[in-house]
């Protein structure tokens, strides 16, 4: 998800560089930069949500796993989550 949200701020970054750069050549209005800005920032949960919940290998959308097993079947609960028993 770190790898993701960086990739897609860094592309933003570039695309935000290059759009004001050839906005000064083209004589494009200053409002689109803002709208460019505003629509990459509204747009960064959702990348977030996907990359948090799917994993793009081998041109196919995989969901990862909600809860982790170990070699017997039993899921894993963290311990920070559960505590333990009879503890003080």
């Known amino acids: 998800m770190i790898r993701t949200s960086v990739a897609y701020l860094g592309s933003c970054w570039l695309l935000l560089q290059f759009l004001d750069v050839a906005s000064q050549l083209m004589i494009i209005d200053v409002i689109v930069g803002a709208f460019m800005f ?27 796993a909600t809860v982790d097993f170990d070699e017997d079947g039993e899921p894993v609960i963290p ?8 503890s003080d």
């Not at 509204?42 to 196919?60: D, G, R």
């Not at 311990?79 to 009879?86: A, H, K, S």
Request: charged content about 10%; glycine content about 6%; proline content about 3%.
């Open 38 to 64: 505003i629509f990459m920032l509204c747009l960064f949960p959702v990348v977030i949500y996907i990359s948090w919940h799917f994993q793009f290998t081998n041109s196919t959308w995989v969901r990862t």
């Open 79 to 86: 311990r920070l989550l559960v505590g333990e028993v009879g």
